[in-house]
């Protein structure tokens, strides 16, 4: 355990933005989820609708920082490719 005050602070910090971080990393995961479902039940008009929210989700993402800038990119492109699969 810490001794110092700033070392104290910093580990209340620290816990309150990882639980915001995992709090947004639920979030993202769980819209992705609702994307596919609407992908794989071939809903493309809510699916459609459905894209530019996640798009926007994992560039705020990659943003802060709490996936990499890559990995958004990376999926940004396959979910792409799904919506012209099911258009």
Do not use: C, W, Y
Not at 1 to 26: F, S, W, Y
Not at 46 to 62: G, M, N, V, Y
Request: zero cysteines; charged letters at 35%.
């Amino acid at each position: 355990m810490p001794q110092r005050r700033t070392a104290l602070k910093r580990l209340r910090v620290d816990k309150k933005k990882r639980l915001h971080n995992i709090k947004l990393k639920t979030d993202l995961k769980n819209s992705i989820k609702k994307f596919l479902s609407l992908v794989s039940a071939k809903k493309a008009k809510e699916a459609q609708d459905f894209f530019s929210t996640i798009i926007s989700k994992l560039d705020r993402a990659a943003a802060k920082g709490i996936i990499h800038k890559n990995t958004a990119a990376r999926k940004k492109s396959q979910f792409t490719r799904r919506i012209k699969g099911i258009a």
